[in-house]
């Protein structure tokens, strides 16, 4: 056996969102986390953010995976300001590199091209260390709208992060196409993101007959994830006579506006704000619920989405990342900021009770293909053949650099 194969894989991680902070990104890389600690043959260091102003924090999620939290001193759990991106950029970088100086690491994996991939490539000049990007949401030009001014001063640099890195993934088909329209001759690998389907499932004593149909849209309270649009629509349903209660679960700057919108609409006794549910508690709010809507503007792969198909509810979706994958006969796909076309997709399964049964059953069938073993161990794999195709960084020099800056 050689020596790649008996050694234990050492990952140093970066990622400026872990939770309870950020969205999507963090949730997958402690999933991530989370199984590697169940498989044993891995050590991983995670370079993510603290709130605090001036403290560094610790954690031991198990003995081989360790994080690592640099004050960055977000003032909003939902996202982080650019102030506060570069000013993980800053510690996160000083960190790592002390990290890389004292430590063997055979690759890095960065979560997102920016900021995360721009410290992994300072380490790769420095040290030699190969990394890997996972392109998960708005580090990719043309993600978010609201960054569309930043994503011009950005993308040059953008694409040098991902032209040095060894890897670069993406969590779905179309994520991997946005990138493409950036910089069309990356070779880009697909790693799907996963869902517990032991913990998200149906409830077969359910009764989907009931005449008021009972709407569930699950995510950060944010102008891209489109809201606003899915109210417009309950408005419309309404209008139309049909009887229905839409749950808005989640936090967000947009959520005052979206409650003035409510009330002008006259919708307060339909639309409810259930505010931040522990992960815990979702499966039980899909099971009472009859359709999942995510009237996103874009997604790289919607967590939630796979955890409401995994209950077995039919979707009525926007076609962004992830669609491609994840509907196919058990939803309906409708344009984005149109309420007219979304009110007119709820009606039909609300009419239909069959099929929002038969779209509900497919649902589970096709999230049943996804799951985070699957997807941890396809990270595994492609950490593990980067670090067996680059050399491994001269630890010795490393440590000598080292000592002889603490002396």
Same mark, same amino acid.
């Given at each position: 056996?050689?020596?790649?194969?008996?050694?234990?894989?050492?990952?140093?991680?970066?990622?400026?969102?872990?939770?309870?902070?950020?969205?999507?990104?963090?949730?997958?890389?402690?999933?991530?986390?989370?199984?590697?600690?169940?498989?044993?043959?891995?050590?991983?260091?995670?370079?993510?953010?603290?709130?605090?102003?001036?403290?560094?924090?610790?954690?031991?999620?198990?003995?081989?995976?360790?994080?690592?939290?640099?004050?960055?001193?977000?003032?909003?759990?939902?996202?982080?300001?650019?102030?506060?991106?570069?000013?993980?950029?800053?510690?996160?970088?000083?960190?790592?590199?002390?990290?890389?100086?004292?430590?063997?690491?055979?690759?890095?994996?960065?979560?997102?091209?920016?900021?995360?991939?721009?410290?992994?490539?300072?380490?790769?000049?420095?040290?030699?260390?190969?990394?890997?990007?996972?392109?998960?949401?708005?580090?990719?030009?043309?993600?978010?709208?609201?960054?569309?001014?930043?994503?011009?001063?950005?993308?040059?640099?953008?694409?040098?992060?991902?032209?040095?890195?060894?890897?670069?993934?993406?969590?779905?088909?179309?994520?991997?196409?946005?990138?493409?329209?950036?910089?069309?001759?990356?070779?880009?690998?697909?790693?799907?993101?996963?869902?517990?389907?032991?913990?998200?499932?149906?409830?077969?004593?359910?009764?989907?007959?009931?005449?008021?149909?009972?709407?569930?849209?699950?995510?950060?309270?944010?102008?891209?994830?489109?809201?606003?649009?899915?109210?417009?629509?309950?408005?419309?349903?309404?209008?139309?006579?049909?009887?229905?209660?839409?749950?808005?679960?989640?936090?967000? &700057?947009?959520?005052?506006?979206?409650?003035?919108?409510?009330?002008?609409?006259?919708?307060?006794?339909?639309?409810?704000?259930?505010?931040?549910?522990?992960?815990?508690?979702m499966p039980q709010l899909y099971q009472t619920s009859d359709?999942?809507?995510?009237?996103?503007?874009?997604?790289?792969?919607?967590?939630?989405?796979?955890?409401?198909?995994?209950?077995?509810?039919?979707?009525?979706?926007?076609?962004?990342?992830?669609?491609?994958?994840?509907?196919?006969?058990?939803?309906?796909?409708?344009?984005?900021?149109?309420?007219?076309?979304?009110?007119?997709?709820?009606?039909?399964?609300?009419?239909?009770? &069959?099929?929002?049964?038969?779209?509900?059953?497919?649902?589970?069938?096709?999230?049943?293909?996804?799951?985070?073993?699957?997807?941890?161990?396809?990270?595994?794999?492609?950490?593990?053949?980067?670090?067996?195709?680059?050399?491994?960084?001269?630890?010795?020099?490393?440590?000598?650099?080292?000592?002889?800056?603490?002396?």
């Amino acid at each position: 056996m050689s020596d790649q194969a008996e050694r234990v894989l050492s990952i140093l991680m970066l990622d400026n969102e872990y939770p309870p902070l950020g969205g999507g990104t963090g949730v997958v890389n402690r999933r991530i986390l989370e199984e590697w600690a169940r498989c044993g043959d891995v050590t991983v260091d995670l370079v993510t953010s603290s709130r605090t102003r001036d403290q560094y924090e610790y954690e031991d999620l198990s003995p081989s995976i360790r994080i690592h939290k640099v004050p960055v001193d977000n003032k909003n759990i939902h996202h982080s300001t650019n102030r506060e991106l570069l000013t993980y950029a800053w510690q996160g970088w000083r960190y790592a590199r002390k990290l890389v100086r004292r430590s063997v690491f055979d690759v890095c994996l960065a979560w997102a091209g920016v900021p995360a991939g721009a410290i992994a490539m300072w380490l790769k000049w420095e040290f030699g260390l190969p990394y890997i990007v996972s392109l998960q949401g708005p580090d990719v030009p043309g993600f978010e709208r609201r960054y569309r001014w930043i994503y011009l001063v950005l993308t040059p640099f953008i694409q040098m992060v991902w032209r040095q890195a060894a890897r670069l993934t993406a969590c779905s088909e179309q994520h991997a196409e946005l990138a493409h329209q950036t910089d069309p001759g990356l070779l880009i690998q697909v790693i799907p993101n996963g869902v517990d389907t032991s913990m998200f499932c149906p409830d077969a004593a359910r009764r989907r007959d009931t005449e008021v149909v009972r709407l569930i849209c699950a995510g950060r309270l944010i102008e891209r994830k489109g809201q606003q649009y899915l109210i417009h629509a309950v408005a419309e349903l309404k209008r139309r006579g049909r009887a229905s209660e839409l749950l808005i679960v989640g936090t967000g &700057d947009n959520e005052p506006t979206l409650r003035r919108q409510v009330k002008e609409l006259g919708l307060e006794d339909v639309v409810h704000f259930a505010g931040f549910i522990d992960w815990e508690n979702m499966p039980q709010l899909y099971q009472t619920s009859d359709i999942f809507v995510l009237p996103s503007f874009n997604e790289g792969m919607s967590i939630a989405l796979l955890e409401a198909m995994a209950a077995g509810l039919p979707v009525v979706v926007t076609d962004t990342g992830g669609t491609q994958e994840l509907v196919n006969g058990n939803g309906l796909v409708i344009p984005w900021a149109e309420p007219a076309a979304l009110a007119d997709a709820l009606v039909r399964l609300a009419e239909c009770i &069959d099929l929002r049964q038969s779209m509900g059953a497919m649902s589970r069938e096709i999230a049943c293909r996804f799951n985070w073993n699957k997807t941890a161990e396809r990270y595994l794999e492609t950490c593990t053949k980067v670090s067996a195709v680059h050399p491994r960084p001269n630890h010795s020099l490393m440590v000598s650099a080292s000592l002889q800056e603490a002396s």
